[in-house]
């Protein structure tokens, strides 16, 4: 492996710091080439990753390793940010401040990725989440009830934050190496004692904390609920998409103690699946509705780790990276739909964002032919393999509230008249928002190639060393 196979993490950085120096420029306020040069830079980067990422091995003395789970992690990343920056609102000054940090999250994801210890695991999980914070503050500043919903959710990110890192530090006491390999080879050696069992199901609560699990969710749900539209795909797409990657990672290590968290993972697993589908139920706006199907696709995400074994693992991947593909997106094309109107009506006002969204919505419920769907198909079957059919219920439980949610919102859009042309009234302009579509079909395509995809995954969860 040679230096230049890190050009897609030199792609990411540069990208964030154009970005940053472009946005300090106040005259340069035509520059309307600016989301094409975001765009073209998700795109070079995950093209680049897909070229160069079929290389194998380590760099920096083995502290930055490349293989096969690490391809397919930081492909879905990269995929999530293009729909991100493809489907968000350029229009909106806040868009421009929170472009650096979507592109930092990504960077912190591949650095957790292609990290070999606990040092690097840890680094990346707190700048993602250091990104997604920073992003979701940008309107803090504007009144005092935003500041404090801004406060609450840095609490609960530095909450998260101390308990992952009293159990990384644990870990690293326990096994005298930050190294993955050699922690996983101390934990296979000696039996788990209490003390393990707690530190890790501490560890693992934080990491909870970071994936929106309940019931540590809500204040993250109210933090996005008052974030511009992009930060909260930064904090409820990219940034969940970085903790389920770590947790892999590390529950790939924590194969010794599995018996000490697998069970706990699947019941906050269920929890979540049944929760998640009674909210999304009773929401009452659409960015609302896309924080709790992320948390109950997330929920299908974490049931699959529970499995812990090659295919779960494999079906964990795979549906995440469908589940990175509308998280990112669903976010930042929710808000211009109450902003144009409200949902009633959308598909004559813009028939493209209604398509776009509507499919985003559908595949974070598991609809299908989508992406989630193919996704969630794959956990259940692994589900039905381990003998854990009472988990595959729960789950079934809250997709049917999910896709009850998501069909109402469809309804409104395509059924209810709202603010658009009557007998006597003025016709409304139609809009044609192009970029809104791009997540739906990427979604589609995703589902069409799903067994290669899920080829891929197999490969990446073998790689965690998964049998």
Partial sequence: MRTYDLLPEAIVVAAALGLLLVGRVRRLEDLRWRPWAALLAAVAALGAELWLGATVGTLFGGGWGQDRFSLFAKAALLLGLVTLVASADWDDELTWETAPLAFLAVFAGMVAASATSLVGLWAGLELAALAGVAAAGLRARQTSSLRIQGIRLLVTSGVAAALVTFGFAYLYAMAGDASLLELRRALLGQPAT???????LVMLAGVAVRLGLAPFHAPTVEGTAVAPSAAAAVLGGLVVGVAALVAAKLLAALTGVNPAWSTWLAWVAAFAMVVSGLRAIAASSLRTLVAWLVVAQVGWVAAALAIHDQRGGAAALFLLGALL????????????????????????????????????LLSL??????????????????????????????????????????????????????????????????????????????????????YPIHDLAIQGAAALGLR
């Fill in 325 to 360: 593909l509308s998280a990112a997106a669903a976010p930042v094309l929710a808000p211009g739909v109450e902003a144009s109107g409200g949902p009633a009506g959308l598909a004559r006002r813009d028939p493209l964002r209604a398509a776009g969204l509507g499919l985003a």
């Fill in 365 to 450: 419920a598991g609809a299908p032919p989508l992406a989630g769907f193919f996704g969630e198909f794959t956990v259940a079957a692994e589900l039905i393999r381990s003998g854990l059919g009472w988990l595959l219920g729960a789950g079934l439980l809250g997709w049917m509230m999910a896709v009850a949610a998501v069909v109402r919102s469809l309804r409104a859009f395509y059924l209810e008249s709202g603010l658009v042309e009557t007998r006597r009234g003025p016709r409304v302009a139609t809009s044609w928002t192009v970029g809104a579509v791009v997540p739906g079909l990427l979604a589609i395509a995703y589902g069409l190639f799903a």
């Fill in 194 to 200: 209490l003390s393990l069992a707690l530190a890790v």
